[in-house]
């Protein structure tokens, strides 16, 4: 019986530990539709004028924010605890966008663009109708669980594939 026991309270406590596993997981990709756009606008996409400010083209297809934002505030929300909100641009080209957080990071890093999405490792932002010189802006940004990191994403456009490194709240050195 007290085997019995032992063996109960073990099960449970990886039940639990599983049901409070707050790690953005492979689970957790999303489809945003084209309609969760904010704005159209010119494309390429480069936003502020300011070289330090400026967004960088991703595989043709997708703008991203710059490689070090310094401003990161305090969400009072656990597991991620800090956000940066950033948006992001994607060509109007008919081509869909994979964003992904390397399994490295996912304890420590979620991402979220769209409308009402939740924190995730990895998303997916549809293609919308090809037009050429127009790109959509997506609203969202990145969750932390620390004040700051130098971020690794990983873009998927069709076969293609980079990753990029985002300095949140501190500079990404290489």
């Known amino acids: ?80 605890a800090y956000w940066r909100k950033q948006g992001l641009v994607v060509s109007a080209s008919g081509k869909a966008v994979t964003i992904t957080v390397p399994t490295t990071w996912r304890r420590r890093v979620a991402i979220t663009w769209g409308n009402g999405i939740r924190p995730v490792s990895s998303l997916r932002i549809e293609g919308c109708h090809p037009s050429a010189g127009i790109g959509y802006a997506y609203a969202g940004g990145f969750l932390l669980r620390s004040p700051s990191a130098c971020v690794p994403l990983i873009f998927s456009v069709g076969s293609r594939s980079a990753t990029v490194r985002f300095g949140i709240g501190q500079r990404c050195h290489r």
């Open 1 to 80: 019986m007290m085997r019995l026991s032992v063996g109960l309270i073990v099960a449970v406590l990886a039940l639990l530990a599983g049901a409070t596993d707050l790690s953005a997981s492979a689970a957790d990709r999303l489809i945003v539709p084209c309609g969760q756009s904010i704005a159209s606008m010119r494309f390429p996409y480069f936003g502020s004028s300011r070289p330090e400010n400026r967004y960088r083209q991703v595989l043709g297809v997708v703008a991203v924010p710059p490689a070090f934002m310094r401003q990161v505030v305090s969400t009072r929300q656990m597991p991620w």
